[in-house]
Every structure is written in C-alpha cells, then in structure tokens.
C-alpha cells in the first residue's frame, strides 16, 4: 500500500503511515532426500535420510554426501527414517555408507574414472578406532612417481577416505582411522 500525501503550502504532508506491500518469495533452496547408513563413534549404526542440494559448490552437478561432511560446521543435521532429526558430530562420525550411484553419481566421471590408464586401485581393510573394520577399495590419481597408496592416504586434503565396496561407498573419517591394511 502506498502512502498518500497532500500538499499544504509548500509542504508534503503524509495522510497515511506508509505501510510497504513486501511479498516474499520462496527462499527455499531445491533438495532431495538419499537414504544413507550413519556410524557415530560409540553408537550402533542408524538409517539416516541425507538433503542434497542440486548443485554443489565445490564442482559441477549435483551435491554429494561427501560435500555434506566437507563442510566447515561441526553438525550434520539428518533425518532418521525413524523419525526426528539428528545433529551427529562431523568429529564423530565413524563411517557414513551410501548407495555408489548418490556418491559417485554418472554425469561427472571423477577424474580418476577419465585418467584410468593413470588410475591406481588398492582393495584394502580399514580399521576404525572402535575396533570395527570395514573393507573395500581405494581408487586415486597421483603424479608419476607419487602413486603408492601411502602417497594417497598423506595427500588426500578431504576429511572422508571414499571406500568402494560393490554398490557401496563408505565414506571413513580419516581422524578415525587406526591404520588400513593393503592387500
């Protein structure tokens, strides 16, 4: 609504309170739900449901669970299929597992899956501080000369070690992390 003034001898005089008409669109960001398996160190594993946004920050395409546990808060928020809302420690999770399509999507091959004649694969076994061990394979590109996996393991600027497993993708924190065995 706009105000409505008049004039009185040169001077403007506001009739009305000026009351401004704001209409707010949806601010809402486009997301969509991934069913995830969560390991808090000290839990038992939970069903989890993940938001992911349609585009990612960090590279092109979607978001990906792993962009989730790149970010700089200390909180996750996730759904629980149960029901309710988890804010899980960033610092405490274990392991977060994910269908291999939702982690490594098909639209943008990784430039691992591009490069795979530079390509090296190491099918290891990690164990966890809590005494777990999870299995799986690493896959990663480095420069000539810098391709053993304990290059890999010094170098990866991620947080989250990416385990492939079938139609897994275990997403380990690195922090939790007592040694991985090669085989």
Same mark, same amino acid.
């Given at each position: 609504m706009a105000a409505r003034a008049s004039c009185d001898h040169g001077r403007i005089v506001a009739a009305d309170p000026v009351v401004p008409e704001f209409v707010v669109?949806?601010?809402? &960001?486009p997301k969509h739900k991934v069913g995830a398996t969560l390991r808090l160190l000290g839990q038992a594993p939970v069903e989890v449901e993940l938001f992911l946004g349609e585009s990612a920050a960090r590279h092109s395409g979607h978001e990906r669970p792993s962009d989730l546990l790149q970010m700089a808060e200390p909180f996750l928020a996730v759904q629980l299929k149960a029901g309710g809302v988890l804010f899980a420690s960033r610092h405490n999770i274990l392991v977060l597992s994910i269908a291999s399509d939702v982690e490594l999507g098909e639209e943008d091959l990784p430039v691992e899956d591009l490069a795979a004649e530079e390509t090296k694969t190491a099918d290891v076994v990690v164990r966890l501080e809590d005494g777990s061990s999870i299995?799986?394979? &690493? *896959?990663? !590109?480095?420069?000539?000369g810098h391709r053993r996996l304990q290059d890999y393991l010094n170098a990866l600027p991620e947080a989250f070690l990416k385990l492939r497993n079938g139609d897994l993708v275990h !997403? &380990?924190?690195?922090?939790?992390? &007592? !040694? *991985?065995?090669a085989h």
């Open positions: 669109p949806d601010f809402a &960001v299995s799986g394979n &690493v *896959v990663y !590109l480095m420069p000539v !997403l &380990v924190n690195k922090e939790r992390i &007592v !040694l *991985v065995t």
